[in-house]
T-cell receptor, first 113, second 113 residues
Framework: AQSVTQLDSQVPVFEEAPVELRCNYS??????LFWYVQYPNQGLQLLLK??????LVKGINGFEAEFNKSQTSFHLRKPSVHISDTAEYFC???????????FGSGTQLTVLP | DADVTQTPRNRITKTGKRIMLECSQT?????MYWYRQDPGLGLRLIYY???????NKGEISDGYSVSRQAQAKFSLSLESAIPNQTALYFC????????????FGDGTRLSIL
């Protein structure tokens, strides 16, 4: 079985500042990794995914994440945030033979003017 | 029109009532999912379906049932609702490798009194 820990439940940051949302996972086998974003009163959107290949993954809206196997991490970064990035962000992991995905508890990103 | 449509968007009902939440999609995906979201717990999988004839329990299926009426339709039922089933429910579809949701509906907020 796998598990996901999102280390920060809330991250406030000023507009145009960089941001990193942290995610660590545990699994005894190779994994797929995902970040989803949830805007207020909406469903989740897939932001980016790591399936294989390059460990630096680029997603929508200028976000990127780096898979670090030795540290079992998949942190999400953006060099300059906008007010419109205010949302809840979920990290998720699936092992490659699993029939379901495990979500973290979420990080609320609030971008301040 | 939304790719994944959930009805109703909001529902308040009483303990013991039977409730059906409906989901329809225009993505043409074979895989469909039902999740519930509770504050601080992320999303948890209730049921998933690989196609019309393949339905599987997720991690929290007790108290729920589903029906896959067609490729595009996947409904979730609570046979006898109880207050701890009060939550935000999401339907999702996918054609990603593995078994991960890709496109979500906007959710159904269900309150059971």
């Amino acid at each position: 079985a796998q598990s996901v820990t999102q280390l920060d439940s809330q991250v406030p940051v000023f507009e145009e500042a960089p941001v990193e949302l942290r995610c660590n996972y545990s699994s005894s086998v190779s994994v797929y990794l995902f970040w989803y974003v949830q805007y207020p009163n909406q469903g989740l959107q897939l932001l980016l995914k790591y399936l294989s290949g390059s460990t630096l993954v680029k997603g929508i809206n200028g976000f990127e994440a780096e898979f670090n196997k030795s540290q079992t991490s998949f942190h999400l970064r953006k060099p300059s945030v906008h007010i419109s990035d205010t949302a809840e962000y979920f990290c998720a992991v699936s092992d490659r033979s699993a029939r379901q995905l495990t979500f973290g508890s979420g990080t609320q990103l609030t971008v301040l003017p | 029109d939304a790719d994944v449509t959930q009805t109703p968007r909001n529902r308040i009902t009483k303990t013991g009532k039977r409730i059906m939440l409906e989901c329809s999609q225009t993505k043409g995906h074979d895989r469909m999912y039902w999740y519930r979201q509770d504050p601080g717990l992320g999303l948890r999988l209730i049921y998933y379906s690989f196609d019309v004839k393949d339905i599987n329990k997720g991690e929290i299926s007790d108290g729920y049932s589903v029906s896959r009426q067609a490729q595009a339709k996947f409904s979730l039922s609570l046979e006898s609702a109880i207050p701890n089933q009060t939550a935000l429910y999401f339907c999702a579809t996918s054609d990603l490798p593995g078994n991960q949701p890709q496109h979500f509906g906007d959710g159904t907020r269900l309150s059971i009194l």
